[in-house]
């Protein structure tokens, strides 16, 4: 089935999705807030900030009017940043089709009120609307995907029938992409990620070997897998695509935005200096600061998240944070 699809955000994932969307055949018009932006790549088949060297589809529409984004569309795919998706989408509500299929590609926790994404989508909704609401997230670095490299991915929605749209509109010969029910562990499984992948820069910055970096991922695992199930989600799937396969890839890829701010804060660069060089999000650094918060608000344990808290935002030296961790009271491992 073809759709009409709106992609809402035009930074290196969403650029790549709507460019994968649009060879599928698809009418994809891709959104994005900055004019010169749309110009260029209207001009050139080409987003150069965020996706360089990628030549975009001869079908793929671009505009920075919300309205002429959703014309039509019986499909809207945001990927704006976590922190920017309340804003964006409560902006796109008169333009909504009320049988329109919302999938979201943006991962985090908002700041301020310390909720996922769908759960930012549950307030500001129609009920009706929100029944059709799916999270699509998993272990996918856009550059590889706008590469067509091998890449498999999960699609997370209440509703079965959602699922299945989603998951055949997506669906390529390099893109594969899985069911899921569990919309809360897919969406903290992207979330929580880019937390301990920051730390696991940390420990590469500082020098530290494979052997630190996969206890840092494993034990990662274990807190985000603790406040999922405190939060209603499913143990199974932060064994999954969503849970310990965006993990691996964000704290081992070279491509990962936040394992690389992660090695330059233990390299000793300030985090402020490293963040005013970049264009593209490293969603991790403000998840750092709701997940912490998050996990005091659920009397959730976990020990990597708070002292990724303190070296981000109370400039607690990454050695000693290390020596703090090594060094707690002795357990049985468990989650």
Not at 32 to 38: F, G, N, Q, T
Not at 232 to 259: E, I, K
Request: charged fraction near 20%; include cysteine; charge should be negative.
């Amino acid at each position: 089935m073809s759709e009409i699809i709106a992609v809402i955000g035009a930074g290196s994932w969403g650029t790549t999705l709507a460019d994968l969307l649009a060879k599928k055949g698809h009418a994809v018009t891709l959104w994005a807030y900055e004019p010169d932006l749309v110009q260029e790549m209207r001009t050139n088949r080409e987003n150069n900030p965020y996706l360089p060297g990628i030549r975009l589809a001869d079908n793929l529409r671009f505009t920075n009017d919300l309205e002429e984004a959703y014309a039509g569309c019986t499909m809207v795919l945001c990927v704006v940043p976590s922190q920017l998706v309340r804003r964006v989408m409560g902006s796109s509500l008169p333009y909504l089709a009320p049988d329109a299929i919302l999938v979201s590609a943006s991962k985090g926790i908002e700041l301020d009120t310390l909720c996922t994404v769908s759960e930012i989508y549950r307030e500001i909704l129609p009920p009706e609307l929100f029944a059709r609401f799916a999270a699509l997230s998993g272990p996918s670095f856009a550059r590889e995907v706008a590469q067509e490299m091998p890449t498999a991915v999960t699609v997370a929605a209440a509703s079965e029938e959602v699922a299945h749209r989603v998951q055949q509109a997506f669906n390529s010969r390099f893109f594969r992409v899985y069911r899921n029910e569990d919309v809360v562990g897919v969406e903290l499984g992207g979330a929580i990620k880019n937390v301990i992948a920051i730390a696991a820069g940390i420990s590469d910055g500082l020098g530290f070997g494979h052997n630190t970096r996969a206890a840092l991922i494993t034990r990662g695992l274990a807190e985000m897998t603790r406040l999922g199930l405190a939060m209603g989600a499913q143990a199974s799937t932060f064994a999954g695509l969503a849970g310990m396969g965006d993990l691996v890839l964000t704290c081992t890829g070279d491509l990962s935005r936040n394992r690389n701010v992660g090695i330059q804060i233990g390299q000793g660069r300030q985090l402020a200096e490293i963040l005013g060089e970049m264009r593209m999000v490293a969603e991790g650094v403000k998840t750092t600061e709701s997940a912490y918060n998050l996990a005091q608000k659920m009397g959730v344990e976990m020990p990597i998240i708070d002292q990724m808290y303190q070296m981000l935002y109370q400039d607690k030296p990454a050695r000693q944070a290390v020596l703090e961790l090594m060094t707690r009271n002795l357990k049985a491992e468990g989650v």
